[in-house]
């Protein structure tokens, strides 16, 4: 089994910054890649970011040039810094990790997701 938990969501004005982090624990071999969703009321939830093992990184159009992913593969851990913050912003944001278990079965995981809200 795979746990993500996520941390650093929380309410910021527009134009503000956030980090969130994801850390990855539990049994299994190793980590591909890692990204960043988000759903906002009434949407379908949405690719904002992921990154593959070996550091590419995909964005999603809206979200280019303001957020920035990154993570470690020692700590299993990824992150997601986000400058520029806009209203249409808010969501709430999930972690996902495709992971190759030890008896080599590959499988996404997901966190529980954190709140972002972008308002005045």
């Known amino acids: 089994q795979v746990q993500l938990v996520e941390s650093g969501g929380g309410l910021v004005q527009p134009g503000g910054s956030l980090r969130l982090s994801c850390a990855a624990s539990?049994?299994?071999?190793?980590?591909?890649?890692m990204g960043w969703h988000r759903q906002a009321p009434g949407k379908q939830r949405e690719l904002v970011a992921q990154?593959?093992?070996?550091?590419?990184?995909d964005y999603a159009d809206s979200v280019k040039g303001r957020f920035t992913i990154s993570r470690d593969n020692a700590k299993n851990t990824v992150n997601l810094q986000m400058n520029s913050l806009k209203p249409e912003d808010t969501a709430v944001y999930y972690c996902n990790a495709n992971v190759l278990s030890k008896t080599l079965n590959k499988g996404d995981y997901w966190g529980q997701g954190t709140q972002v809200t972008v308002s005045l």
């Open positions: 990154i593959t093992r070996g550091g590419n990184t």
């Open positions: 539990g049994s299994f071999f190793t980590i591909y890649n």
